[in-house]
Every structure is written in C-alpha cells, then in structure tokens.
C-alpha cells in the first residue's frame, strides 16, 4: 500500500476513531450507565458528572504516560542495567554511570553543553531585547521583526547547510566561497580559516547558528512584554529627565523581567536537548560534541544501552531545576 | 523615544541604520543560499555568491576554427567566423562583450578589441568586441588545431533552474528529494492532524470541568512540556518493536503525536480558560450536554489557538531529524525524509554546493511558506505558550 494512502487512512481513523470514542463514550455514560431519568436520577448526574472528565482526559492522559512517562522510568532503569548477549538483562548498579564519567569524551560534551548554557540563551536574550526595542516604533518594524523572526521557521538541518556554506573555506589561492573568509580575508586576515576545525573557538560557530534561530523568538516575546509596559512609567521617567538608555535600563528592563526570565529558560532547555546541528556540521569531531549527541553515538553507533541512557538521564538532570520552577510558577498562579 | 526633545531625529537615524543592518546580518545567510541555489557548480565554486548579482570579469581560453576552415581570397588565406561560436567552451556566453584578449598566456589581456596580433607561425588575428575574428595569412595555415585566444569579457549575472531539475525530477536516488519530499509530507499531515483533538478535548476537561485532581494534573502537564525526548528513543522504539510497529510511519506518527502532546493540552488549556464564562454556563442551564458543549461552542470558539497549534507542530515534525532517524527510517531507506537526505548529502556530496544548496532550500521552502502565511496565528500561539 502507498504510504500516501496509509496516511490518509491514517488521518481518518485517528479523526473518526477519535470522535467515535468521545461520541460513543459519553453516550454509553448518560444513556446507559447513569440515565437522568427514574428513581436515582440526580445521582445519576452526579456520578456521571464524576466520571466524564476521565473520558475527556483517558486519550491524552495515555499518550502521555506511555510517550513521556513511562520512558523516564524506564530509562532509569536501563541506566542501572546491561543487556546480556542473547537477551536479558543484568543490574549493574552505577556502573555505567562510572564508566561514563571516565570517558573524556562525555566531559568534552559536559563541558561544551555548559558553554552552549551560558551564551546561547544570553546571547539569543540580548539580540532579541535589542531587536525588540529598536523594532518597536519606527515604520517599517513589523517587517523588519518578520524577516529576524523567520530562520524560526527553518529546520536546524537546513540551518546547518546555511552556515556551512557561511563557513565555507578555499585555498588561499582560490577565490572563497564562503562570505566569513571574505570578509576576514578583507579585512587583513592572513589565510582562509577552517572555522569548524579550530578545536573550543569552533563551539562558537556552532552556537552562532542556533542563536541566529533563536533570537527571533525571543523578538516576539520580548517585543509583545515591551508593549505592555504602562505609558505613564515611561512618560514619568522622560518628565524626571532620563535619557533613553536610562529609560531603556532602568524602566523598561525591569519591568519585563518575568518575561526575560521565561524567554531565557525556554531557551535554555533547547540548549540543553541540542542535536541536530551539531550532528549535521562536525558530528562531534574537532572538540564539539554535546549531551545529546554523545547520546545518540552511544545508542546508536556503539549500541551500549546502559552508557545511552545514563548519558540521557544526565540530561534530565539538568533539566529538572526548571522542570520544578515551571511547575512551582504554573501552580502558583493558578492559585 | 518619540519625545524627548531635541535628540530626536539623530537617535531615529542611529535606530534605522541598526535595525537595517541587524536585518541585513538576520538575512545573509539565507540569501546566499538562495542565489547559491540558481548557480552552477563552475559559478559557485570560482566566485562567492555574493557577486553572482554582478557582472563579472571572465577569461575563457577559446580556439579559433582549424586550418581546414581556411579560404583564399585574393591570393591571401583566411579564417573567418566567431570565437565564441566556434568553440563548445564559448557556448552560451556570447551576449558578453570582449573588454581585452590575448594570445599569449603570459599576457592574456595584451589587445583591445579591434587590434591585430601578430601571430608567431607568420600571418595577423582581428578580434572584434563581439568574437568575430579574421585570420590572414599570407602562407597556408597549418597544424590541427586551432590559433588558442584568451578572451576577457564581462560576464552578466546568470542564473539557471538546472539544480532544481536535478534534485527533483532526475531519477538518481542519491540526489533526488522528490521521494523524500513526498514521506516528509505523509509524516507531517497526520502528525499534526491526529493529536489536535486528543488535546483539546483533554484542555477541555482542564479548563472548564471541575474534578479533584485537576491542578495535580495540570502540573504534570507543565513538568512533561520540558522533558527531553532523548530520554523516549531507546523505551519507545524497544515497545515498538515489541509490539510489531517496527520502524515505520505508524511509529513515527504516534511518537509525535506523544511529543507534542504536552505543549498542545499546555496551550489550548490556557487558550479555553480565557473564554468567556457566561456562554458555557448558559448552554449548561439550557440543558446542553458537554459534549455539545465542547463540539459546537468551545472547538469554535478556540480556532486561533488550534491554528497556532497546527503550525507549531507542522514545522516542528517537518524539521525534525532525531524522531525520523529513529521511529521511521529503517535499513532500506525508502522512507527516508528530507532532513535525513541532507544530513547524508552533507556527507557524500559536501562540496557540491549546487546539489546541497538546492536540496535544502526545497526543505526549507514549504515552512517558510507556511511561516509567512500564518505568522499571525504562530505569534499569538508562541505567546500563549510562555508569556502570562
């Protein structure tokens, strides 16, 4: 069968089974289970009233246990196992999390996800700040936002081939294709660098594409927090004589601190699942593996499931500070 | 800053310039390979994109027709024709006017267009700006081969459609995105379709049902929205393997559906909790069931925040490597999708700037359509989704 059409079959069992089981079920419940109708009537509603979230919730609350929940558990527990040739599996306790730490691979990609850490989301925070700001009152902003915002929409492998070919390095004897060697070649540069292959200074050009992608939401946002900002704080400030930095930095900033704050996490945790640009420009190599693809070579090249999924759990690890304050926020608001 | 008075139209200027100039660094990555993706493989390689837009400075070593083109006229021996015409290298290139030519290595640009050369073997060459040359010779011209001229012209920017005939219509399976276009598209569409109404119906029940549990629940949902899908691969594909999914669409279908379903209960919860109170309380009082409800008010009512969603998910499974290469592509590669095309172009092809360039802007085009189209709807979702 044509995957095209098993797509679409797909689509309609998905929709119509979807509908079908939200349909059917709340029907079973209120025609069959609990009428509203004869001696027990209001009870009836009641106890039907009690059940029917569930059947609203059953779907998503599945996918989620299985898709998300499940495997943390599970990768819990094959980080403290060893597959056995032939099939099983034995308890090793911390062994592969010992064996890993040995590795200096994994402390090249410990080390290079805590650089990746600490500039990315600064860097993609800061640009966005300034391209909000700038954006905001002159006439041809929105299309200016619009045109920062759209490496947004492009994938991190697409990404990749962009900057590979910014990148790009000739032979000092050949004209250079690649416009970052022009313009060092321009602007006195020696000889055409390899930029992907200088080992630590390398990480930086990895990291340029990501906050390229980046920056562009964090405009967005920051542009739509600036907005919000009351007129009156603003027009005080110029009244008690601040300049516009002043206004800028002393007003504005703080008081769309909250938001800073999100913009900055959500893009932390990005930082923090990075992959596929570094698996599609050096794959590692020259000193620029990270978490995840260090993961990925351990599961997938080496086989070794125990390493993998400690590697995996080091990343929920680090994950889990603002697991608990989106948690510890979402709460507190909801209060 | 409208209003401060005096520093007004200085700070305007400073404020265009740098929002140009952040536009212009946003933008020329992208463009370079755009116009790298309508140049051949001889352009790109000898010149950087960024004078394709601009005439360029070419010299061609071209020959003149052979000895046995030769006529006599008046008792001299003559070869007439085109230099351009007259060698397949000069094929194509004849709009360009010759700016100087040579026929010496050493000094290719030793002549105007116009001039006469003293040719070494005895006898004169006239070369005219449009390639049209006369030999005369008052000997009989010999050898096999015809007189070597380098030629120097101004070439016009030229761009052309070939790659993309080549990465989407030609057969050859290395290159061709076309069939990976085709499985990236059966990825997407039921991965953004199916978990649409799983989550809403769920948000639903978390907006606007009260049960005990409830924020306990939505708590949950927060903590799921950061955890990272790495920890997924290996559980998942072992149960889909157990249970006989393997690899293929279906495995990759349900696994996105799973990855995005924390963000899509996060979003339209947040989405349904903002609709007004008085319309669902009303339709309970007239004896609506929620089912009702749900289908003919709220769904209605929460387009907005279902099209953010859609978006949000269509570029997230049409971009995404790690689900694909894990949950879909299996031995035979037949259900390989154009991120995984690239990667593996970048591999075996890396200098081949045309092929890569072209293949990656044919990925890049449809997210950037739909990204343009509905940037309205995705703005409103990536608010809803982080700022409160």
Redesign the interface.
Known sequence: MH??I??LI??VI??GG??GY??FS?MLL?KVLFPAKGPHAGRNINRAN?I???L??F???F??G???????I??LR?SLTDRVPGGGYTFVGLDNYAQMFGEPKFWEAMRNNMLWLVVVPAAATG?GL??AQ??D??SW?NL?K?????????????A???????Y?ARPIDQ?????LN?VYLALGGAEPQQWLTIPFWNNFFLMAVLI?IQ???AM??LS??LRGIPEETVEAA?VDGA??FQ?FFKIKVPQIMG?IV??WT?IT?IV??I??IV??MTNGQWETQVL?NY??DK??RAND?GV??AS??V??LL?TP??VW??YN??K??R | ????AG?KSS??WA??I???L??LL?????I??FV?SFRTADQ???????KALFPTEQTLTLRTKTAEAQTQENGVYVIEGNIYEDDPAGEGKGEADITSWGISSRDVSAFAPGDTAELRGGGTLTLEASGAYRMESVEEFSGSRGQRVFVTAEVPPEFTLENYETVLLSGNATDSMAKAF??T??VT??AT???I???A??A???AW?D?PG??L????????????????????L??HLGIGIGKG??GV???H???G??LA?YLLRNYMVGLPRDIIENARVDGA???QI?VRIILPLSFPALASFAIFQF?WT?????VAI?FLIDATGD?TVM?RQ??EL?GTRGGN?EI??T??FV??AV??L???AM?KY??RG??AG???
């Open positions: 995957p095209a098993q797509g797909t689509i998905g929709v979807c509908v939200f349909y709340n209120d009690m029917r979230p569930w609203f919730l779907p998503a609350l996918v989620l299985l898709y998300l929940t499940y495997p943390v599970e990768t094959l640009f300034l391209a700038l954006t009152r002159i902003g200016a619009s045109l920062i915002f759209m490496p947004m929409a492009i994938s991190f492998v697409g990749a081939v962009i900057w590979k070919l910014v790009d004209e250079q294709i690649g416009i022009a390229w920056t562009g939401f967005v946002i739509a927090a110029i300049g516009p206004i938001t999100v913009v959500t945790i923090l699942k992959f596929d698996f599609a995840a993961m990925y599961l997938f499931w993998g999924s995996a759990m990343i929920m994950v603002i697991l989106n948690v979402a709460r608001e909801m | 800053m409208d209003n401060i520093k700070l305007t404020v265009h740098s929002v140009a952040l536009v946003w933008l020329l990555p992208t370079g390979l790298s790109i390689s000898s010149t950087g994109w960024w085709f499985n598209l059966t569409i039921p379709i199916i978990p109404l799983i989550a119906f769920a639903y029940a978390l049902m049960f409830r924020a629940l939505i708590a949950f949902v927060v903590a799921l929205l950061v955890v990272p899908l790495q920890l997924a691969l290996i559980p998942l072992k149960l669409y279906l279908w349900l696994a559906t799973g990855f379903m924390p209960v069931t929620e089912f749900f570029l049409w971009n995404d490597l790690l894990v259900t991120t690239i990667v970048l700037w890569l360039a293949a990656a990925s890049i997210p950037l739909v990204f343009f940037q995705l703005v990536l608010l982080s700022v409160k």
